[in-house]
Structure formats: structure tokens, C-alpha cells
């Protein structure tokens, strides 16, 4: 309606629109009371003459949003549609799903009751609850080696938000940080967002190659890396290069930003402990969620720093988001406590590895006439990596297998230079039996699929 027309009588306009002359009553009040309408005194309600009508208003709101499309950050263009920040649709090898087990989502139903009074709380440590805290220091001390004590600890929001607190606080704009090629994605495109200049250093058989790393002559501020299960490859850097380096960051002062993952699920053998438990130089800041091990749903991570950059990240916690939520926090304080988290791991361990091998038969099977796609069986983790043959495009493939009704994520995207050769990776924790087979093939018609569609 254009400035000064004259709205109906609610009388009328009830009967015009079919609802109470009451709604209408109300609805008039809100419009005069954010200066929509007027209302004249004995000649009825009219438009504002301040509102303009639709045309000019849309020439204004299309100009201003022209302007606005360029005025974002520059860490938000470096971001902005990249597909690998998409989250992956829940079906077959979609990684990183949890599985736990009726016993578990049971026990941690009980735990929550406990607890719902915590909702409803002051504002807390933006450290996180003590308690957990120390649950984390007792389970890392065991399983990872690592030597801390609580209040070097941060509860965070998943390992993502660990992640981006180390980056907040540690780099400036312009710092070298060195990767492992090919890496973990959200992490390469955090430091990214953050300003940092990446530097690439190759990972072969033995981990991140520190070798090269040492021959760098800029001034790298910081190494971010996956020793324990290097991602995606699936390699175990060795304690010789693990030491070499601690080594290396000590005698450049550099961090060393250690992302255990996913060290819960080992199949075979023990794993080596922790860089943080090695390190006599307080040079490694160490990082973990229960995403894995427990629900991504509880949005739990951790991290644990030296003592000399805990006033540092506590402030800059209180800036990100003040403290995290209490209530998920007591629950997976008290299934730690009471025992609950070590049996729990015991049944997921022996779950995901019955999945592994039951999906490596299934590959092995399917690809039993192209010799040249290699099936590698992880001894950690729950994913495992497919090698394809030269002149396979896995992001081609990915697309078709998306399409198809499966998810697998090309390798290729997981490096900064451009790569010869290209791989498939492939989630198989939360795979069940019934779905294996069929999407096996569907994988299968997919890869056959995107070779054919390249030549």
C-alpha cells in the first residue's frame, strides 16, 4: 500500500480476511506502534508517509545489498563454499560417525538426569568444570602418556574450537605455519582463515618428514601435526623423528600443535605415547575430543597447553564464547569417574575393528579384477585409505559416489600442491552389515563410473 492510503475499518478488514475484528484490533495497534500507520482521529488509520513504497525501497535494498557482498573478512572469503566444510550426509563411509551401543546411550541417559539442574546455573570456569578436567588429566596420563595437571586444561567445544583457540592465540597475520601434505582440511583451513602463510612439508611412510621441516629457512611460528595417526594417510610418525621434532621446535621456538585425534581405536598394538608426554622443552600443545569415542553430538574437546600460555588462552576463551555448557560436561565427568568410559571403549574398539575387516573383504572382493586400486588396512582409526591407479580422479568419483548414495572423500582436495596420485577415504565405524554390500557396489559402479567419464 502506498504512503497515505487509508486501511480498512477493522470491522471491515475482519470481515475482508476472515479472522477476528480482535486480531485485527491487535495487528493495527502493532503497526501504530512501529509507526507503519497513523491514525486520524475521526478519518481513520493511513499509511506513514515514512515508509516508502515497494519500488523505491527495493532500488535501495538492492543497491545496498550489492555493497555488502564484498564486505565480508578476508578469513571468511578464504572459507566461503569451500565443499569440504560441508558436512557429510550420514550415509555409508561417511567418517568420523560414532556408534555407541545401547549399553552406553543407557548409562549416559542416567548420568544426564543427574544433572539437569545444572542448566540452570551461573556463569562458570571458562576453563571448564574442574571436574572433568581432572577425569581428563587421570585418562591421559594412562592411555596418551601426557603429563598435565587440570588447570592446564581446556574443555572446548570438539577439537575444531581447540584448534581455532591456539590459532587465536599463538598467531598473528603473516606467520609461516607449517602443515603436513596431504592434511586434515578444517585445520589447514583455520590456519588459513587465521592469516597464516602455510608451508607444506611432505609426509612419507615414517610421518611428517622432519627433515625438510628443518631445512626451511623462514621463521616458522608453529608445526601442526597428526603423529599418532597421521590424516589421511594413516602413517605413525616415528620416535626418532618424533624426537627430532621436539628437538627442532625447541631450538627454533616454535609450537608444535599435536592433534590426537582418534587414539582410542588402536586394533593391534599399543601406540607411542604422546609428543606432550615426551617433550622436556614445554613446546607441544596437546589436543583431543570425545566426538569420536563417545557422541560428536556432546561437542566435547580438549586441550592441554603449557603453564606459560594458560593466562593467555583463558582470556581469549572468555572473548570466544565465555565458558563452555556445564551440563555435558558432568555427565562425561561421572562416566569417566565411575569407570564406565574404559568398557565402553573396549565394545567400540571390538565393533569398529569387525566393521574394518568386514569392509576390507568387501573391497578386496570388489576389486579383485583392478589390481591397481589398493586397500589399505588401518591398524588405527575408523577410516581407511583407498589408493587408485593413475588416471583415476577421485573428486570426480566422490561426486558420482555422492550421487549414488554413498559418501567417500578424494585425498587430492586434502593437499595444497596438485598430486599425482589420488585416493578415496572411507568411514567405516557405524557401518552395519546390511548396508556393506549394497554400498560397496554402488562405490564400486561409481569409481568405474568417473574413469570412464575422465578418458
Request: aromatic letters at 6%; charged letters at 20%.
Amino acid at each position: 500500500m502506498p504512503a497515505g492510503a487509508r486501511l480498512p475499518s477493522t470491522r471491515a478488514a475482519a470481515g475482508l480476511w476472515g479472522v477476528s475484528r480482535g486480531v485485527v484490533v491487535e495487528a493495527y495497534e502493532t503497526l501504530l506502534s512501529e509507526s507503519y500507520v497513523v491514525g486520524q482521529h475521526g478519518s481513520g488509520t493511513f499509511v506513514s508517509a515514512d515508509v516508502p513504497g515497494r519500488p523505491e525501497r527495493a532500488r535501495r535494498t538492492t543497491a545496498a545489498h550489492t555493497m555488502a557482498k564484498g564486505d565480508i573478512s578476508s578469513a571468511a572469503r578464504s572459507v566461503i563454499g569451500n565443499a569440504l566444510l560441508d558436512p557429510q550426509p550420514q550415509v555409508p563411509f561417511a567418517t568420523g560417525r560414532a556408534a555407541p551401543d545401547d549399553r552406553t546411550r543407557a548409562i549416559l541417559k542416567r548420568i544426564g538426569h543427574r544433572h539437569l539442574d545444572a542448566l540452570c546455573d551461573h556463569y562458570r570456569d571458562p576453563q571448564g568444570e574442574e571436574r572433568l578436567r581432572t577425569e581428563v588429566v587421570t585418562y591421559l596420563a594412562a592411555a596418551r602418556g601426557v603429563r598435565c595437571e587440570p588447570d592446564r586444561v581446556f574443555i572446548t567445544s570438539g577439537s575444531q574450537q581447540a584448534i581455532d583457540l591456539a590459532i587465536r592465540t599463538l598467531i598473528d597475520r603473516g606467520d609461516n605455519v607449517a602443515i603436513e601434505e596431504p592434511g586434515y582440511p578444517p585445520a589447514r583451513l583455520a590456519f588459513t582463515a587465521g592469516g597464516a602463510r602455510l608451508i607444506p612439508i611432505p609426509v612419507d611412510p615414517h610421518g611428517i618428514n622432519v627433515e625438510l621441516l628443518a631445512e626451511r629457512t623462514e621463521n616458522v611460528r608453529a608445526v601442526y601435526v597428526t603423529p599418532s595417526h597421521q590424516y589421511p594417510t594413516g602413517t605413525v610418525l616415528s620416535m626418532a623423528r618424533r624426537l627430532a621434532l621436539i628437538d627442532w621446535a625447541a631450538a627454533k621456538g616454535a609450537w608444535i600443535l599435536e592433534d590426537d585425534y582418534d587414539s582410542e581405536f588402536r586394533y593391534d598394538d599399543r601406540p607411542l605415547a604422546a609428543l606432550q608426554g615426551v617433550d622436556e622443552h614445554e613446546r607441544v600443545i596437546y589436543l583431543g575430543t570425545f566426538s569420536k569415542a563417545l557422541l560428536p553430538g556432546l561437542r566435547l574437546g580438549y586441550l592441554v597447553v603449557p603453564a606459560e600460555l594458560v593466562p593467555a588462552i583463558r582470556a581469549m576463551r572468555v572473548l570466544l564464547d565465555r565458558f563452555p555448557a556445564p551440563f555435558h560436561q558432568l555427565v562425561v565427568a561421572d562416566f569417566l569417574s565411575e569407570g564406565h568410559f574404559s568398557s565402553h571403549l573396549r565394545r567400540l574398539r571390538e565393533s569398529y575393528r569387525a566393521s574394518r575387516d568386514m569392509l576390507v573383504a568387501l573391497l578386496r572382493e570388489q576389486f579383485i579384477d583392478q589390481p591397481g586400486i589398493g586397500i589399505e588396512v588401518p591398524m588405527q582409526g575408523v577410516h581407511l585409505l583407498a589408493r587408485l591407479p593413475l588416471g583415476f580422479n577421485d573428486v570426480s568419483i566422490a561426486q558420482a559416489a555422492r550421487r549414488s548414495g554413498v559418501t567417500v572423500l578424494p585425498i587430492s582436495s586434502m593437499h595444497l600442491a596438485p598430486v599425482a596420485g589420488h585416493g578415496l577415504l572411507l568411514g567405516f565405524s557405524a557401518l552395519h552389515s546390511e548396508d556393506a554390500a549394497p554400498a560397496v557396489r554402488r562405490l564400486a559402479l561409481a569409481i568405474r563410473q568417473g574413469h570412464a567419464g575422465n578418458g
